[in-house]
């Protein structure tokens, strides 16, 4: 795949490459930078980055499998089984085998999940808030369009 002349400086292996033009590079930052936020907030409350994921992609999603979980969490499923088996004990979620098929693990939020949900919501709503200071819905809407197609350039395999 050969790639234009003038996109040269994006790629590591060409000698117009500059690391500050990469967007890997920036991806790189704000993924560190966001989640050293987030670490310390959810601390505040008493959970951490794993269990925020579970919790919220429940919310959205409501029942969902292990794997269902796994695959929106970006997490190996054998880590996201011991995630969602501790959450368990903790009394955030509860696990259930599936009518139809025994073989799958569906998980649901407790009612102290819920509650686990709105103390996250109130102790990080400052972070998201300041994370899109100065931007427009436009362009949040085509940074998320950008992303999703370098996702999906990445994805095809």
């Given amino acids: 795949m050969a790639i ?13 490459f500059r690391y500050e033009e ?4 920036w991806l790189a930052r704000v993924q ?8 310390k907030a959810l601390k505040r409350v008493g959970t951490d980055i794993p269990s925020w994921r579970v919790l919220f992609i429940l919310k959205t999603h409501g029942k969902s499998s292990i794997s269902e979980i796994s695959t ?10 011991r995630i969602v ?3 368990k004990a903790e ?4 696990t259930s085998t599936h009518a ?22 109130e102790a990080t709503e400052k972070l998201f808030t300041r994370s899109f200071e100065g931007l427009t819905e436009t362009q949040i809407s085509k940074l998320n369009a950008t992303l999703e197609q370098i996702y ?6």
């Fill in 4 to 16: 234009a002349k003038k996109l040269r400086r994006y790629i590591p292996s060409s000698e117009e």
């Fill in 22 to 25: 990469f967007p890997f590079y």
């Fill in 32 to 39: 560190g930078v966001y989640l050293q936020h987030m670490e």
């Fill in 72 to 81: 929106h969490a970006i997490v190996k499923l054998s880590t996201m089984t």
């Fill in 85 to 87: 088996y501790r959450m």
């Fill in 91 to 94: 009394g955030l979620v509860d």
């Fill in 100 to 121: 139809e098929d025994g073989r799958v693990t569906e998980v649901t939020i407790t009612p102290a999940g819920h509650d686990m949900v709105q103390r996250i919501q």
């Fill in 152 to 157: 999906t350039n990445l994805a095809e395999d």
